[in-house]
């Protein structure tokens, strides 16, 4: 019982911390040759609770996580490019959820 109390009162504690630590937004702009960048709604998302690893997926709960463009770069290389990626995570979770941008000029605004 006191492991489960002192497991849950962690995991509060790091989510408000995480929560708290997110920037407001993320300007996704490295990659965009036709296309606006996207102005992505970084603190939105961590404020619905989703889990942080659903994006930074390497991500091992110590310190910052790192930039998507760390690993994912503007060039297919050994990780997904940057659009792919980005396509792939956020246009399947808003279409599996029915919320949020599905279209290119919802998140690509001019």
Do not use: W
């Not at 492991?3 to 990659?31: H, Q």
């Not at 659903?54 to 060039?75: A, D, L, M, N």
């Not at 990780?79 to 000029?105: D, L, M, T, V, W």
């Amino acid at each position: 019982m006191r492991k489960t109390l002192i497991s849950l009162i962690s995991i509060c504690v790091f989510a408000v911390v995480a929560i708290a630590a997110a920037p407001e937004v993320a300007k996704l702009d490295k990659c965009q040759k036709r296309k606006p960048p996207v102005v992505f709604p970084h603190k939105k998302h961590t404020e619905m609770k989703i889990d942080c690893k659903v994006c930074h997926h390497k991500y091992e709960g110590k310190g910052e996580p790192r930039s998507c463009f760390t690993c994912h770069k503007c060039e297919k290389g050994e990780a997904p490019s940057a659009k792919k990626a980005f396509h792939k995570n956020c246009i399947k979770c808003h279409k599996k959820e029915k919320k949020g941008p599905r279209k290119c000029a919802q998140c690509h605004k001019k």
